[in-house]
């Protein structure tokens, strides 16, 4: 984990050891100094947009129709709700709820990917519902795997034209990148096109964008790129198909998953991997169209079930990683997923990447998740990162240092939110707030997360001088 050089120090002394020579006790160590966080509120990030902080609905998990699930996401501050299967987003035709067979599923099935038994638990209206009922925003994945324009224009249509719901946002398919065209071993995704090509994939793209917006001419078409690691043929394909279509579509739809292997490295990911990553994104987009949004539509600390998805290090994580991304480019960030399920292994424990349980029997048989509905950590998380990055938000500068991480908003209300995270495990962090174009008042509301409470405790009074241990403090300040 990451610690402050003071707070390592302090761990490795004896307080009221005897000197050496024998002599009279050594007076106690000084506390830590506190760390200076500063907040510019005169300079202005970015300003967030509706339905900037997200949630994936994978379609194969019912939980999205449990009687909770509609306060539990308006209590989480969700803001987008997302239609997406994974591979089974490329299979779905939404007029049936049927899947088509995978037509890859000889090579799938040999990797455990058997998207066939994921079949789909909620229908589109019924998701709608949930998206209404929560005044969320929608993102829909097209079926482009075995799909066809026509059947997507007819989706635009019966959405925004026969029902009326409004959906702006729709991306050509999920993760298509991942077809096999980029080398066998990168074939995850069905995908039924004898030309599996990027060159294939974005020629197609402009014929979906077009009958698409032929439906509802106000609608927003994504096109899939991968994550570009440069010397890898994943930035090959986002080169091309940004080249051939991307003057056509209105955003860009990138997966991000750290694969950090320890815990210090994945929470040092927001300060550094993460602005260094989206800045090579940004640029790459912007060189071919300026104009092109980018979603990280899916994002997590890992793209498979383990302790460390459940876990408080994934509770700091989230808020983080999000405020990372959207203060370098990002205009939507979507965690995967509101449900998943309870998986993993005896050997590297078991875990889910679900803010909430599905209450299933790991694929093993041999652990069982927590009932369903239950709040996992990262939960929490997104509790604060929601009460955050509220639609019409501005995020402003905010630094800190050590162990600390800062990040702040001017709220719509007139409300200035300063999110403070200890990264540190075991000690407890001293801070010191400044706070520059923003008169504050005398008494703020204080929101706490910890890996000891696992939860939220809600406080009024002064600005807090001394973070918990592997915490997150939300501090809203009114004039």
Same mark, same amino acid.
């Given at each position: 984990?990451?610690?402050?050089?003071?707070?390592?120090?302090?761990?490795?002394?004896?307080?009221?050891?005897?000197?050496?020579?024998?002599?009279?006790?050594?007076?106690?160590?000084?506390?830590?100094?506190?760390?200076?966080?500063?907040?510019?509120?005169?300079?202005? =990030?970015?300003?967030?947009?509706?339905?900037?902080?997200? *949630?994936?609905?994978?379609?194969?998990?019912?939980?999205?129709? $449990?009687?909770?699930?509609?306060?539990?996401?308006?209590?989480?501050?969700?803001?987008?709700?997302?239609?997406?299967?994974?591979?089974?987003?490329?299979?779905?035709?939404?007029?049936?709820?049927?899947?088509?067979? $995978?037509?890859? #599923?000889? /090579? @799938?099935?040999?990797?455990?990917?058997?998207?066939?038994?994921?079949?789909?638990?909620?229908?589109?209206?019924?998701?709608? #519902?949930?998206?209404?009922?929560? $005044?969320?925003?929608?993102?829909?994945?097209?079926?482009?795997?075995?799909?066809?324009?026509?059947?997507? %224009?007819?989706? /635009?249509?019966?959405?925004?034209?026969?029902?009326?719901?409004?959906?702006?946002?729709?991306?050509?398919?999920?993760?298509?990148?991942?077809?096999?065209?980029?080398? #066998?071993?990168?074939?995850?995704?069905?995908?039924?096109?004898?030309?599996?090509?990027?060159?294939?994939?974005?020629?197609?793209?402009?014929?979906?964008?077009?009958?698409?917006?032929?439906?509802?001419?106000?609608?927003?078409?994504?096109?899939?790129?991968?994550?570009?690691?440069?010397?890898?043929?994943?930035?090959?394909?986002?080169?091309?198909?940004?080249?051939?279509?991307?003057?056509?579509?209105?955003?860009?739809?990138?997966?991000?998953?750290?694969?950090?292997?320890?815990?210090?490295?994945?929470?040092?990911?927001?300060?550094?991997? =993460?602005?260094?990553?989206?800045?090579?994104?940004?640029?790459? /987009?912007?060189?071919?169209?300026?104009?092109?949004?980018?979603?990280?539509?899916?994002?997590?600390?890992?793209?498979?079930?383990?302790?460390?998805?459940?876990?408080?290090?994934?509770?700091?994580?989230?808020?983080?990683?999000?405020?990372?991304?959207?203060?370098?480019?990002?205009?939507?960030?979507?965690?995967?997923?509101?449900?998943?399920?309870?998986?993993?292994?005896?050997?590297?424990?078991?875990?889910?990447?679900?803010?909430? %349980?599905?209450?299933?029997?790991?694929?093993?048989?041999?652990?069982?998740?927590?009932?369903?509905?239950?709040?996992?950590?990262?939960?929490?998380?997104?509790?604060?990162?929601?009460?955050?990055?509220?639609?019409?938000?501005?995020? *402003?500068?905010?630094?800190?240092?050590?162990?600390? /991480?800062?990040?702040?908003?001017?709220?719509?209300?007139?409300?200035?939110?300063?999110?403070?995270?200890?990264?540190?495990?075991?000690? #407890?962090?001293? *801070?010191?707030? @400044? *706070?520059?174009?923003?008169?504050?008042?005398?008494?703020?509301?204080?929101?706490?997360?910890?890996?000891?409470?696992?939860? =939220?405790?809600?406080? @009024?009074?002064?600005?807090?001088?001394?973070?918990?241990?592997?915490?997150?403090?939300?501090?809203?300040?009114? @004039?």
């Amino acid at each position: 984990m990451l610690k402050s050089t003071y707070a390592a120090a302090l761990s490795s002394m004896l307080v009221g050891t005897t000197g050496l020579f024998g002599g009279s006790p050594s007076p106690a160590p000084a506390p830590a100094p506190a760390v200076p966080v500063t907040v510019n509120a005169d300079h202005v =990030i970015t300003r967030l947009n509706d339905g900037a902080v997200g *949630v994936n609905t994978a379609i194969w998990n019912p939980g999205l129709l $449990d009687r909770p699930a509609d306060r539990l996401i308006r209590d989480a501050g969700i803001q987008t709700l997302a239609f997406d299967g994974g591979g089974v987003s490329d299979l779905y035709h939404w007029r049936t709820g049927q899947l088509s067979p $995978d037509p890859q #599923a000889a /090579v @799938h099935d040999a990797q455990g990917l058997d998207y066939e038994d994921l079949k789909p638990q909620f229908s589109f209206d019924q998701f709608a #519902a949930t998206a209404r009922a929560t $005044d969320s925003k929608m993102l829909v994945h097209v079926n482009y795997g075995t799909g066809t324009p026509q059947e997507a %224009a007819d989706w /635009v249509r019966y959405a925004n034209k026969v029902r009326h719901y409004g959906v702006q946002e729709w991306a050509i398919g999920e993760e298509t990148y991942f077809n096999g065209a980029l080398g #066998a071993g990168l074939n995850t995704e069905p995908d039924g096109h004898a030309d599996k090509s990027a060159q294939a994939y974005a020629t197609n793209s402009l014929a979906f964008i077009k009958a698409m917006k032929a439906a509802d001419p106000g609608i927003r078409v994504g096109l899939e790129l991968a994550a570009p690691i440069p010397g890898t043929p994943m930035l090959d394909w986002d080169k091309t198909v940004l080249q051939v279509a991307g003057s056509a579509a209105d955003f860009v739809d990138v997966h991000y998953y750290t694969g950090a292997q320890t815990d210090a490295a994945l929470l040092a990911s927001p300060q550094n991997a =993460i602005p260094k990553g989206m800045s090579n994104l940004s640029s790459l /987009v912007a060189s071919y169209n300026p104009k092109l949004k980018v979603d990280i539509g899916e994002t997590n600390s890992f793209y498979q079930q383990a302790p460390q998805q459940i876990s408080p290090t994934n509770a700091l994580y989230l808020p983080e990683s999000v405020l990372a991304m959207l203060e370098n480019g990002a205009s939507e960030v979507d965690w995967w997923a509101l449900y998943n399920k309870w998986g993993g292994n005896a050997e590297g424990g078991y875990g889910d990447l679900g803010l909430l %349980a599905s209450g299933n029997v790991s694929g093993d048989g041999k652990s069982q998740g927590p009932k369903a509905d239950t709040k996992f950590d990262p939960y929490y998380g997104m509790q604060l990162l929601g009460a955050l990055a509220r639609p019409g938000a501005k995020l *402003v500068t905010a630094t800190a240092g050590g162990a600390v /991480v800062a990040h702040a908003a001017l709220l719509p209300g007139s409300e200035l939110g300063v999110l403070l995270a200890n990264n540190d495990p075991d000690h #407890a962090a001293s *801070v010191d707030l @400044h *706070v520059a174009g923003f008169h504050a008042g005398s008494e703020a509301t204080i929101l706490t997360y910890s890996a000891a409470t696992h939860g =939220i405790t809600v406080t @009024h009074g002064t600005v807090p001088k001394t973070l918990p241990a592997y915490s997150l403090t939300l501090v809203l300040l009114r @004039h």
